[in-house]
Every structure is written in C-alpha cells, then in structure tokens.
C-alpha cells in the first residue's frame, strides 16, 4: 500500500497533478476529481488519453491547469484525443484537428494552417459569422425566465446531475450497459 501511494505520488508530481492520495473524492473540487481521473488512467499505464469536453463543468482557472497538464502529458509522449467543439481549447492543446458532423470524419488539418472561420465551417456545413449585433433595448425580447428563476433551475439541474454521478461513482465501467438497461426498464 505505501508503494502505491509512493508511485501516486511521483506520477502526480510527473504530469503536474497535484493529487492529494488520501484525499476522499467526495471532498474535493470537480478539477481535482477529473485529475484523480487522469492519474488513475496514467497508473494503469496509458499511452492514448481520450477526453470527451473535458472542460463543459470546470471553472476558468481549472480550464487553465487542464491545459497546461494535457500539454505536459504531450511532452511526457502521451497521446490525447480532446472531443469538443470548443475552438479556443483546440488551439491550446492541439496539432492537428479532424472535424467529425454527422458521424462522418469531414477533415483532417493542421491547426497552425486552419483560422476559427475554417474550423467552424467545417463543423457546421456553412460559413459561420463570429460577430453579433446587439439588439437596441427597446427591440429586445423579454427572457422567458426571470434571471433569478433561471439561475435557481440552472442550480437544481447541477445539484440533480451530482446526485446522479454520486449514486453511480461505484458503478465499473463494465457494469454500465447492465445499467442502463434497468433504467429503460424501468
């Protein structure tokens, strides 16, 4: 056991985790839970890390220390695959890019030769315009949801999604299509 939190230890220093292995997962942030992630998949020996919008839950500062882990593990020799749609985090960690619409690979280009405008053609079929117009206030629509309502159900929805990951964190990967089975089921 104290083996086992020595190698921790090293391959979290290694990469620039910053894991605490007597940390319970329960107590720490949604960034350090992703980097418990990461070190557990680095401890099994992966060279391939693949990460599916790594970033849709993380705050500003932990977009930041990702980054700049996922270019560490880059130097190290890993390999990662970043899933997202998010064009400023695709400059940040990325070579190359292949735009997947629709199930189907469109293209695979170099980064430093691709601008934004290109990549997000690619990604939707048609030219995509980055600039908006501000509508005059007495031309605005009215949200459909006062801002103190829409911030309360944007909370519940995060609370729920937590109980959901909470009832789930001990479920194997294996178990998963078992799972979901009972949930259609039911």
């Known amino acids: 056991m104290l083996e086992q939190a020595r190698e921790i230890l090293e391959l979290s220093e290694r990469y620039g985790?910053?894991?605490?292995?007597?940390?319970?997962?329960?107590d720490i942030s949604v960034g350090a839970q992703q980097r418990v992630e990461i070190l557990k998949t680095l401890y099994r020996g992966a060279d391939i890390l693949i990460f599916d919008e790594p970033t849709a839950v993380l705050t500003p500062s932990e977009i930041d220390e990702l980054m700049a882990i996922m270019k560490?593990?880059?130097?190290?020799?890993k390999s990662i695959i970043l899933i997202t749609h998010k064009l400023d985090e695709i400059r940040a960690?990325?070579?190359?890019?292949?735009?997947i619409r629709r199930g189907k690979s469109i293209e695979t280009v170099e980064i430093a030769g691709a601008?934004?405008?290109d990549l997000a053609e690619m990604m939707v079929g048609r030219s995509v315009s980055f600039k908006t117009e501000k509508a005059s206030t007495s031309t605005q629509k009215k949200s459909f949801f006062p801002s103190k309502?829409?911030?309360?159900?944007?909370?519940?929805?995060?609370?729920?999604?937590?109980?959901?990951?909470?009832m789930f964190e001990l479920v194997r990967l294996s178990e998963l299509p078992v799972l979901m089975e009972m949930v259609s089921l039911n």
């Open 72 to 77: 560490n593990l880059v130097k190290e020799g």
């Open 93 to 99: 960690v990325s070579d190359r890019v292949t735009v």
């Open 17 to 26: 985790l910053a894991v605490d292995p007597s940390a319970k997962v329960a």
């Open 115 to 117: 601008t934004n405008a």
């Open 149 to 166: 309502t829409w911030l309360f159900m944007k909370t519940v929805a995060f609370l729920l999604l937590k109980i959901f990951h909470s």
